[in-house]
């Protein structure tokens, strides 16, 4: 005698019963038992009356019903889901009827943190040619070594309630402007064909000082060799000054990053800390001395703000540094002063999160970002301000689609590139903006502020279910989907980057629509994984299917682990 599973004690499904959609799972940990006839040498297990799969999508443009893919309108699309949160893999035989013509794709998403091996034999996958493209491929792994000197810290003393009573007690004395002064700086040099970072020093002459409405003073010094004509000029500096500081205007972006993270710096009672004296000093610096322009755009390096007795070559002062031959290596152009300033606020947003979950939250040990979490926060800030610096976000998100890559561990950043088909810069910053465009300037604060956890995603998955979100995982899957239907300009809300405009007392922030240029490439994965990475994910092609159809397959899906269904016209 057959004996069927009782899915609904079963915690292989999750289920939606009104679906018609057929479905066979097989191989399923953690439910009861079933015996069956033998076949073949292969136990057969009846399909259930109770069906599975998910309708995945909801409103405009969605074409996933009960009785299969609908394509009324002539963009819909069509999303069906199925979680395996056993920890076994599972066969599932699904079948869906086609009342329109369609592509059909398979995504895979793991949603924990551990490998899984797929059965690649059961998703056939079509060719696709990787781009590798990072302007950010000489970034250095100083966020590695800020949070390190964060665990050097001496006094435990300081709390919260210190920061918003930092008053300037140490007032710097001011600095004539045509000052020249030496600074320690980091420097990308070439050797034997690759690129070494090293310790330098460098005279620096003070071009402009902004003193700002908040009492804070901002200090401009320029390289001195890298200043005159066909290189750092006056025009150039004001029109950094005038978008960053201006003053300490509401609409600057120093003014917007600290409404949103807070300040730079402050009073602290660690003693290998300098005091705070009310001063931002911004280095224009040649970073990487090779005549082009981008490469290491900037750098916040969080040894400038201990005394030399505890690190010898700290500027002892509070420093960012941008690169000074992305601004007239290509010529004086919007586009690169952009790009410059998208990197200072990338920077300064680095240095804000040290100090306010390094030294502020200090509480039994740093509660600094991990390296995911703190370059996905800084890149955040980039898109908040888009339509004040450019469009580095949109470059990035481009960057990622090209790539075809989603098999990359969320919770990881590898800065070296070598050997890696994942573009963490791109991967990362697209993921950010996806969250953006749902949860808004309350997400990015929340994230902020909760001192829980450092890791990235734990803490994506905290602020996602304090702000009306599901969880994590879910809001992976959908990002894996939106890979897919980046080739469509119209699709379900739910999915890809649409605009979004929130107004903040006196700034209007709009998130563009990151994918309105419609990707024409290949949606499926660039390489075919014989594993998927913790939170990696993988599209196959399944084919066109006719209407009049059915879409039958197979689909062998890893321990804790989701398979989308997606049809596109």
């Not at 952009?338 to 740093?366: C, K, P, W």
């Not at 697209?430 to 902020?448: D, E, H, P, Q």
């Not at 092609?541 to 804790?560: C, D, E, H, N, Q």
Request: hydrophobic share 35%; net charge negative; proline share 2%.
């Amino acid at each position: 005698m057959q004996k069927y599973l009782n899915l609904y004690d079963s915690l292989c499904f999750k289920l939606l019963p009104t679906i018609l959609l057929s479905i066979m799972v097989t191989a399923c940990g953690g439910g009861e038992a079933s015996s069956g006839s033998n076949i073949g040498g292969q136990s057969q297990i009846p399909i259930s009356s109770v069906q599975s799969l998910q309708i995945d999508c909801q409103g405009t443009y969605c074409g996933a019903t009960a009785s299969g893919y609908v394509n009324a309108s002539g963009s819909d699309v069509a999303v069906y889901s199925y979680d395996n949160i056993s920890n076994l893999d599972q066969s599932l035989q699904i079948a869906i009827p086609m009342l329109s013509s369609g592509q059909a794709y398979g995504v895979l998403t793991n949603y924990d943190s551990n490998s899984k091996t797929i059965n690649t034999a059961k998703l056939s996958i079509q060719s696709a040619q990787t781009i590798n493209d990072n302007p950010e491929a000489l970034q250095l792994k100083i966020l590695e070594k800020n949070n390190n000197l964060l665990n050097n810290l001496k006094d435990t003393k300081y709390s919260i309630e210190q920061e918003f009573t930092n008053n300037k007690i140490n007032i710097a004395p001011a600095i004539a402007l045509g000052t020249v002064k030496s600074f320690n700086i980091l420097r990308n040099v070439s050797t034997s064909g690759s690129i070494a970072t090293v310790d330098d020093s460098a005279n620096f002459t003070l071009k402009r000082v902004d003193n700002l409405i908040d009492g804070v003073i901002i200090n401009y010094w320029v390289e001195t060799s890298e200043y005159g004509v066909g290189k750092i000029t006056d025009t150039l500096l004001s029109s950094i000054q005038n978008t960053f500081s201006n003053g300490g205007a509401d609409t600057s972006v120093y003014a917007i990053i600290k409404g949103l993270s807070g300040n730079f710096y402050g009073n602290n009672s660690f003693s290998n800390l300098i005091p705070y004296d009310g001063t931002l000093n911004i280095l224009v610096s040649n970073i990487t001395p090779d005549a082009t322009a981008y490469g290491m755009m900037g750098y916040f390096d969080g040894q400038n703000l201990f005394k030399t007795t505890s690190i010898a070559t700290s500027n002892q002062a509070a420093i960012v540094v941008i690169d000074s031959e992305t601004l007239y290596a290509n010529g004086e152009t919007k586009a690169t002063t952009d790009s410059v300033v998208s990197a200072l606020s990338h920077e300064f947003t680095h240095m804000v999160n040290f100090y306010q979950r390094g030294i502020v939250r200090y509480s039994n040990g740093s509660k600094a970002f991990s390296a995911a979490m703190e370059e996905t926060s800084a890149m955040m800030m980039e898109d908040i301000l888009s339509s004040h610096i450019g469009a580095t976000a949109k470059t990035r998100y481009q960057q990622w689609v090209g790539s075809k890559e989603l098999n990359c561990n969320m919770d990881t950043f590898n800065y070296s590139f070598a050997g890696s088909g994942c573009l963490d810069y791109p991967y990362h910053s697209a993921f950010g903006s996806f969250l953006l465009r749902k949860y808004g300037l309350n997400g990015y604060k929340y994230l902020n502020n909760d001192v829980s956890q450092t890791a990235m995603v734990p803490l994506i998955d905290n602020m996602i279910k304090n702000n009306g979100g599901d969880s994590f995982a879910d809001e992976l899957k959908k990002w894996h989907v939106s890979f897919v239907l980046s080739k469509f300009s119209k699709k379900p809300l739910e999915f890809g980057y649409p605009q979004q405009t929130i107004i903040n007392g006196v700034n209007t922030f709009t998130f563009s629509k990151l994918d309105d240029l419609v990707y024409t490439g290949t949606t499926v994965s660039a390489t075919k994984p014989n594993t998927l990475v913790g939170y990696g994910g993988y599209v196959s092609s399944y084919g066109l299917f006719l209407s009049g159809s059915t879409l039958t397959k197979t689909i062998v899906i890893p321990a804790r682990s989701t398979i989308s269904v997606v049809i596109t016209p």
